[in-house]
């Protein structure tokens, strides 16, 4: 089945999106990254060694930018002057790389995203010629202002960030679905493989995860299983399930030729 992701003008044959932070190691990172069978992978640059620290590991030797698709993110930034300025710094870091996901965090203790500050930066980053995937509330209206803006993929939460509460509003999200043209991703909140299979039935176009496969007690099975969701949550999308009934008198096996039945 020919069913490719389109971010940006560019294909991806995987709708699992996944973190690169809170792993034990490089090596559990990578191990977790492969059996998601994820593309595209986040880089928190702010607290991810992508060579500035030359003393220390880098995570471009456990997952080289030639294998998988960096997508920089401003996790930590609360302003929109601080977003800017990290992905400017990722772009120098990745060689002009202009593929970035913004999220501007509104406060410390549940990292609801501010939107006001979100929608500056957005402004700003589109007229620099980055290609913003923006992490935002589950507002219609806000999506609808992202994308108007320029923003190549939208990323509602699910619910709040490492929470693992699932998807809290599924009417919201199915509301910017319906209003926006560019890809809609689930960010945050997700805690397991149903939640992502969730999303997936409900026609997001992927799903982005870090802490619900990290913090796993097995974080590789974790991101096999996220594969596995995800893949039959679209799979269930595309083949468009029954009616829901409170009740049914319509058996599913035909009765008609049963035995001692008379015609």
Not at 20 to 31: H, I, P
Not at 35 to 63: C, F, H, K
Not at 217 to 231: Q, R, Y
């Amino acid at each position: 089945m020919n069913d490719k992701l389109i971010i940006a003008n560019k294909s991806y044959s995987s709708r699992l999106l996944v973190g690169t932070g809170k792993y034990q190691d490089f090596a559990e990172t990578r191990a977790a990254l492969d059996a998601s069978g994820a593309e595209i992978v986040t880089v928190a640059i702010r607290r991810t060694n992508l060579g500035q620290n030359a003393n220390e590991p880098s995570l471009l030797d456990a997952v080289p930018p030639t294998q998988f698709t960096y997508l920089p993110n401003t996790a930590g930034c609360y302003t929109a002057e601080d977003a800017v300025r990290t992905l400017r710094l990722a772009r120098e870091l990745l060689d002009g790389h202009t593929l970035v996901k913004l999220e501007v965090l509104g406060d410390p203790q549940s990292l609801y995203p501010n939107v006001v500050e979100t929608l500056a930066a957005a402004k700003t980053l589109v007229a620099e010629g980055f290609q913003v995937m923006v992490y935002t509330s589950d507002d219609p209206i806000i999506a609808k202002q992202l994308e108007d803006i320029g923003c190549v993929a939208i990323m509602p939460l699910a619910s709040l960030i490492g929470s693992g509460m699932g998807i809290l509003n599924p009417w919201n999200l199915q509301l910017i679905m319906e209003r926006v043209q560019v890809p809609v991703l689930v960010d945050a909140g997700v805690g397991t493989a149903s939640d992502a299979a969730i999303a997936m039935e409900l026609g997001c176009d992927g799903v982005l995860m870090n802490t619900a496969i990290a913090a796993a007690k097995n974080p590789v099975l974790m991101a096999g299983a996220m594969k596995k969701a995800v893949e039959a949550g679209r799979e269930a999308f595309l083949a468009g399930r029954m009616p829901r009934k409170l009740y049914s008198a319509t058996p599913s096996s035909p009765t008609a030729g049963l035995i001692g039945n008379k015609p």
